[in-house]
């Protein structure tokens, strides 16, 4: 089973490649790893997609918070959070469909951020299912070159009150 995982953490050299390595000595693998900076200076969230078990979940997030520099680890339940990711995606676009390829894109609320001789670059924001959908329209286009973020997240307003960072300092 997928499970979404957000782990707040200190941003010090080696934080990011000690979480990585933990999942790979215990053999999981990691389909989708986001990190970026958090609203905190010095704070990082990683965001980290993984196949697995739930009792095998468990003990992995137990692990985790054995880490150096790992502040919180929560599970952002699909009901409970709201998940995106980007994609970035050129197409081939002759001038003549160009307009029907773009129409198909305002569709999906993606942008023109680049137009070549020959080809159209999109960016898009959406549940991974939505840029799946874009990518099957635009694939008979001719795609060029498809480049995604990996998924983050964040709890929903509405779902139970995670610990506050500050409690945990």
């Known amino acids: 089973m997928k499970h ?9 050299p080696g934080a990011l490649a000690r979480i990585a390595t933990m999942f790979a000595r ?3 693998n990691i389909d989708s790893l986001a990190v970026g900076p958090t ?3 010095g704070v ?3 965001t980290l997609r993984v196949d697995a078990e739930h009792h095998s979940l468990e003990q992995i997030e137990k692990q985790i918070h054995k880490l ?4 919180r680890v929560t599970e952002l339940a699909p009901d409970e959070a709201v998940e995106r ?5 050129r197409v081939g676009a002759a001038p003549e469909r160009r307009a029907e390829l773009v129409s198909t894109a305002e569709a999906f609320k993606a942008r023109v951020v680049d137009l070549g001789p020959d080809t159209v670059t999109f960016e898009l924001t959406g549940t991974p299912e939505e840029l799946e959908a874009f990518q099957e329209l635009a694939r008979p286009y001719g795609i ?10 964040i709890a929903r ?6 610990p506050r960072l500050s409690a945990i300092n």
């Open 26 to 28: 215990r053999g999981f």
């Open 157 to 162: 307003a509405s779902a139970r009150k995670a």
């Open 4 to 12: 979404t995982i957000s782990v707040l953490l200190e941003d010090k």
């Open 85 to 89: 990711e980007l994609l970035l995606l």
């Open 144 to 153: 060029k070159e498809l480049v995604r973020t990996g998924r983050v997240g």
């Open 39 to 41: 609203e905190r200076p």
């Open 68 to 71: 150096v520099n790992v502040l």
């Open 44 to 46: 990082s969230c990683i």
